[in-house]
């Protein structure tokens, strides 16, 4: 029995092994269409060519930095301006 075993424990140690060396690795590329591509300083990322929509745009200029509290609104709080503002649409 243990004949048996050791050499059924030596076959599949060989066929694991290979397996593992003789695996064909490949690489997909799942870009989505419309992406680009950023590499540069060591570092590779991929991002939209088109956001779709202006998430953002400065009400005033220059903008200025101001800290708003935790607990508050910081719409309300911070930029008070920015709900009157024609650039803003509800949806």
């Given at each position: 029995?243990?004949?048996?075993l050791?050499?059924?424990?030596?076959?599949?140690?060989?066929?694991?092994?290979y397996?593992?060396?003789?695996?064909?690795?490949?690489?997909?590329?799942?870009?989505?269409?419309?992406w680009?591509?950023?590499?540069?300083?060591?570092?590779?990322?991929?991002?939209?060519?088109?956001?779709?929509?202006?998430?953002?745009?400065?009400?005033?200029?220059?903008?200025?930095?101001?800290?708003?509290?935790?607990?508050?609104?910081?719409?309300?709080?911070g930029?008070?301006?920015?709900?009157?503002?024609?650039m803003?649409?509800?949806?």
């Amino acid at each position: 029995m243990k004949k048996f075993l050791f050499t059924f424990l030596a076959i599949i140690i060989v066929a694991a092994g290979y397996f593992l060396i003789n695996r064909n690795i490949v690489k997909v590329n799942t870009v989505p269409a419309g992406w680009l591509t950023y590499t540069g300083n060591g570092i590779e990322f991929q991002y939209p060519g088109t956001f779709g929509a202006n998430v953002w745009r400065a009400v005033t200029w220059p903008p200025t930095v101001t800290a708003v509290p935790a607990d508050k609104d910081p719409v309300a709080f911070g930029c008070p301006k920015l709900k009157d503002s024609a650039m803003i649409t509800e949806s």
